[in-house]
């Protein structure tokens, strides 16, 4: 049966998140790491997320309700946050986001599980390696996604996703290639999200 998925809403701030305490699952990255492509490649729906290439272009938390086997399954959230890391955002706005997320990820008690992404064409940044500290320190399920790997030579894509796994101080057991173009880690991510929203 076909993933059915939709849009719910954009939230900038605690009381415009969603109050019926489905189980939701994060997406956190760099501006421009490629999270809109991912959610309109994990969910086949090319339009569903808004993809830009301005980075920043996402300001708020964008809830997608996904219902997994059809509209009849237990539905689900997943988030995507404003990217982190840009810097021609100002610098009231980059600290608004910095408390929404920062609220959102200690506070969220429906807050499952992360997809942290990170771009493979280039190691992780600063900011890359405090959100997998955080995410180890307050032990959140996570999985670490190396995007846009058609972008880098198929020989190279195991040796790089281990080096990330390496630069994160993570286990490679919980990183994955991924690109939107060729659909490469699609179906073990679909697989993964759907073993935490089970629970």
């Keep these: ?17 969603p109050k019926d305490r489905l189980v939701e699952i994060a997406l956190a990255g760099r501006s421009n790491v490629g999270k809109s492509s991912l ?10 997320a808004r993809t830009s290439n301005t980075p920043g272009r996402t300001q708020t938390l964008n809830y997608y309700r996904i219902f997994p086997e ?5 539905p689900f ?6 990217g982190y890391g840009f810097a021609q955002v100002s610098l009231v706005r980059r600290a608004r986001w910095g ?3 920062e609220n959102y990820l200690t506070t969220r008690e429906t807050l499952r ?4 992404l990170i771009d493979m064409r280039h190691p992780p940044q600063p900011l890359d390696l405090q959100m997998s500290e955080w995410l180890q320190h307050f032990e959140k399920p996570f999985l670490v996604i190396g995007t846009k790997s058609d972008k880098i030579a198929k020989t190279k894509v195991p040796e790089q996703l281990l080096q990330i ?11 994955l290639a991924f690109s939107a173009e060729t659909g490469l880690g699609r179906d073990p991510l679909w697989r993964w999200v759907l073993n935490v929203a089970k629970g």
């Design 113 to 116: 599980g992360v997809i942290h």
């Design 70 to 74: 059809g509209k009849s399954s237990k």
């Design 77 to 82: 959230y997943l988030v995507d946050m404003p």
């Design 165 to 175: 796994a390496e630069d994160l101080n993570v286990d490679s057991n919980d990183t």
């Design 1 to 17: 049966m076909a993933i059915i998925s939709e849009f719910l809403c954009s939230a900038a701030q605690r009381d415009q998140l």
């Design 39 to 48: 959610i309109n490649k994990l969910l086949g729906a090319s339009k569903l």
């Design 99 to 101: 408390q929404l997320i």
